[in-house]
Every structure is written in C-alpha cells, then in structure tokens.
C-alpha cells in the first residue's frame, strides 16, 4: 500500500469534524522515538526545545531556516504517516523567505507548521515584552506560505499564530486571525491565552475555523487538558515541554548523582541495548539481514559468562 503522508493525515483529522490531534513536543530524535513509543499519533517540534538542545540557546530567535528545516526533517522522517507540527516562528524573512520554508518544510515531511506575527528579534510566546509586525506584514507572510503550499499542490497545514493578545488585547487578536483566515489559513492559533473563558470565547468567535491549543504549563496559560481542550471545541493541542521538561528534571537529577557517588547509578534496565532499541536497532538489524547482510548473525546481545 502507498505510503499516507502526515501532510495528508492531519488534513484528514481536520476535515473530520470529531477529528481532535494531541501532539507532545519533541526536540531531537530520541524524544521523538520516545513520543511514538508512547503511541501518540501527531508529534510536535517545538522551536524552544530545537534553540535548546541544537545550540544551548533560549528561545529568542536564534534558530535559523536551516537548523528548524533540519531538525524537523530528520523527526518527520522517523514515521513518515505520523503528522509532525513544526514550529516556523515568524517565517525567517519577507514572502519569499516565508515562501521558502513552507517548500523546505513540506519537502521535508513536515505536515503542518505555524507562522506568527512578532518581529524577526522574536522570542518565547511566554515571555513578556514581545514586539509585532503590522497586520499587512502579517498577512504578507500567511499569503506567502498559502501560495507555496498551492503551489507545490501539498496537504501541508497552515497554521496562522498571533501573539498579539498581550500588547493589543483579545479584540485585536481575534481580528488579525480573521485576517489571516481570510488569507487562507489553515487553522488558528492564538498565543498565550489567559484563561478558560477566553479559550472557549476564541472557538465561539473563530467557529467554524480549526484553533490550536498551545499548552505550556506553568506559562500565560491556565492547565487545560487535552480532554478539556476537545471539549470547549479546539482541534488540535501541544504541549511544547512535554519531553525536554522530565528531561531536564532527569539530567540534573543524574547528574546531581554522578556529582555526588562518582557514578550515574542508572536503572538497571537502562543498557545500551535498551536505548538503541528505542532508537531501531531491530528494525537496523532486520534490514540488514534482507539484505543479506551478516554483519548480526550473532545478534548484538552480550554472551553471559
Ligand atoms: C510553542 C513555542 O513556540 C515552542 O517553541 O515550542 C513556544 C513554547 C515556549 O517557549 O513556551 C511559544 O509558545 O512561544
């Protein structure tokens, strides 16, 4: 059977009007693998996560078109079905940078991305102070990723951001994904929503257009769950720290102990067996053998003496 591109399948989640996609954020391989070993279907690249664990950076705008392109490409292509959502920030650059990205994005296997409206200095959605564009810029770029998509004749979703609410308010905000939809946006995706009844306020004044649900605990927004957020009407929720938070935790958890013992301690269960399996190792040493390859026939279990 041919292959079902994520592009295809988080289109088909949104046409379906039940149709509710809960991606956890991923920042680097191996929490993908993680994510998709959990069974999760939709998968998120969050942009902080990328500036994190690619440079050691803080969310502000660092990352470049060419690391977001690369990261998320190698991610999308660990299940190609499986949608990826993948953070485009403002778009890198006037229409035909925007234009650019989203062909690198959908090329890449990405199924859906979003693009906002701060200034190209961007920063996290939850810090204060963030700058704007102007609507008309705004709209340029959503136009832009619109026509490229056309173009390439692509499923690959658009998701129109606006992090306006904390310097023009919720009336603006509203106004400008209008704007954007209008455009022919995708999906909505109003950032750094303050409170339970702004979120189901946003579904009843966008109905019947798809919003997303950005959930970072302990940010602007209160915790709502992906059972609440299907329940007051939104389409699709992620939860950008959802694998580099308990990461975080782990390492400096690990290391506190290494600092302190001379030794990681790790679970016993933890071999490095165990990790590359997460990472395919049976699925590397199956195709080998199709081949024809020997290089496994013994297996790459350690003999017990
Ligand atoms: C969604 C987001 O763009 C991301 O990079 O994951 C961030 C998350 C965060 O840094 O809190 C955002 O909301 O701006």
Redesign the pocket.
Known sequence: MPLVSGATNLRKALEDPNGFVSAP?VYDGLSARMALAAGFDAL?M??????ASVHGQA?LGICTLNDMRANAEMIANLSPSTPLIA?A?TGYGGPIMVARTTEQYARAGVAGF?IEDQVQTK?????GGKQLVDTSTYITRIRAAVQARQRLDNDIVVIART?ALQSLGYEESVARLRAARDAGADVGFL??ISSREMAAQAVRDLAPWPLLL?M?EH?STPAISAGEAKALGFRMI?F??ATIGPALTAMREGLETLRRTGLPGLDPSLTPQMLFRVCGLDESVRLDAEAGGGAFEGGVDLQKE
């Open positions: 954020g998120y969050t942009g902080a996560g990328t500036a969310d953070d920030d979003h920063r996290c959605g939850h810090l992090d950032e750094g950005n970072v940010g992620i950008p720290f």
